[in-house]
Every structure is written in structure tokens, then in C-alpha cells.
């Protein structure tokens, strides 16, 4: 079955540094996709970040990068410069070729401390 | 940027009542979706559609449930007799044709509240 794992319930950062929260999956497909998606109080669902299993090099968008470790089974989303407006709900998905549903993680609730 | 819209933001309904969840997908889409968020608890994949049928359902996607896309732009979930833990967010979202090649754009979400 596939699914995915994250494992931290909450996570703090001080504002203006680095934090990375994790994510394992479980899959035997090999054209697979991952994404992180940001859940802010207003509970909209935004798309912060996607990976292409077949890439090798990590994703970045502006100050968010992942660490994509494929044999691992590992998608970590690392935040640089946590601004006040980066907390939420942070999920990680999974997504195949084989199927036409996102599978989500349980989620990781980022306080971001001024 | 063109987006996915859910109405009504907030839907009271008494137990036992009908509710129709509606949500305009992006116009060049042809993969629509419905997830289930459960307060406190991880988004969940209702249904997807495709061509004017199903494509997939989960195991919540039971026969109180159904979906259609009765005029070409509007994508509705209907729940047929409501129960107290129908009470979630439901987010729509559509995908354009090369769907896993796409992210899916998520509606902001109707907010169920099942009295």
C-alpha cells in the first residue's frame, strides 16, 4: 500500500532561521511525483513545492528547497529565512502515474516564533 | 492566475438533509477531484472525474455520495442524507489533461458543518 509517513506533529522555528520538516513514503511505483502543500489557518490548500521522482536534482522555489532521497524513501522540505507568514499546516503528498489521487501525510504544524 | 472556486464557503445543514457542494474548476481542466478533511485529521481523496464519469473512488465515496458536472463548468458533490461525521472541509480540484504531470489546484474549500 502506499503511503505516506511525517512524522513530527509540530515543529518550532525562531523567525529568520532554518527549519526542515520530514517526510517518508512507501511505494514500489517508479514514476512517481511529491509535493509539500501549505494548509494556513484560512485552511486553503497551496502548493509550495514539487518533485519529479525521476529527477535527481533537488526542487527549489525561492526559500524553499527539498531533499529528495529516493532510495531512502525521503522528501524533506527545508524552509530557509521561517518569516511569520510561513505558519501552518505543512502536508506532504504523494502522487502516481497509476492512480489519479494525491495521498497525503498526517501533516506538520509549523510555529514560526518572533 | 485562474483558480478553482468553491461555493459556499460555510454549509450548515441539519442530519438527514441533502447538501449539494459546489465548485467551478479552472476552464481548461479535465480532471476534477474531491478530498475530505476531517478536523485535525489529513486530507483524504474522495472521488476523481474525468470525461463525465468517475475514474476512482475511495472506500468514503459510498452511495449517500455522488458527483456531476451537470453544465460544463460547474463539478458538484452531493451527500444524500447527511450524518454528523460528514462534518469536514471539502476541497475540490482540477488538473489539466497530462493530470500527473500537473499539480492539482485546490478550490479555498466548503467548510460542512452537519448539526
Known amino acids: 500500500a502506499q503511503t505516506v509517513t511525517q512524522s513530527q506533529p509540530e515543529m518550532s522555528v525562531q523567525e529568520a532561521e532554518t527549519v526542515t520538516l520530514s517526510c517518508t513514503y512507501d511505494t514500489s511505483e517508479s514514476d512517481y511525483y511529491l509535493f509539500w502543500y501549505k494548509q494556513p489557518p484560512s485552511r486553503q490548500m497551496i502548493l509550495v513545492i514539487r518533485q519529479e521522482a525521476y529527477k535527481q536534482q533537488n526542487a527549489t522555489e525561492n526559500r524553499f528547497s527539498v531533499n529528495f532521497q529516493k532510495a531512502a524513501k525521503s522528501f524533506s522540505l527545508k524552509i530557509s529565512d521561517s518569516q511569520l507568514g510561513d505558519a501552518a499546516m505543512y502536508f506532504c503528498?504523494?502522487?502516481?502515474?497509476?492512480?489519479?489521487?494525491?495521498?497525503f501525510g498526517t501533516g506538520t504544524r509549523l510555529k514560526v516564533l518572533a | 492566475e485562474p483558480e478553482v472556486t468553491q461555493t459556499p464557503s460555510h454549509q450548515v445543514t441539519q442530519m438527514g438533509q441533502e447538501v449539494i457542494l459546489r465548485c467551478v474548476p479552472i476552464s481548461n481542466h479535465l480532471y476534477f477531484y474531491w478530498y475530505r478533511q476531517i478536523l485535525g485529521q489529513k486530507v483524504e481523496f474522495l472521488v476523481s472525474f474525468y470525461n463525465n464519469e468517475i475514474s476512482e473512488k475511495s472506500e468514503i465515496f459510498d452511495d449517500q455520495f455522488s458527483v456531476e458536472r451537470p453544465d460544463g463548468s460547474n463539478f458538484t458533490l452531493k451527500i444524500r442524507s447527511t450524518k454528523l461525521e460528514d462534518s469536514a472541509m471539502y476541497f475540490c480540484?482540477?488538473?489539466?489533461?497530462?493530470?500527473?504531470?500537473?499539480?492539482?489546484?485546490f478550490g479555498d474549500g466548503t467548510r460542512l458543518s452537519i448539526l
Open positions: 480540484a482540477s488538473t489539466p489533461g497530462q493530470v500527473f504531470r500537473q499539480p492539482q489546484h
Open positions: 503528498a504523494y502522487f502516481t502515474s497509476g492512480t489519479y489521487k494525491y495521498i
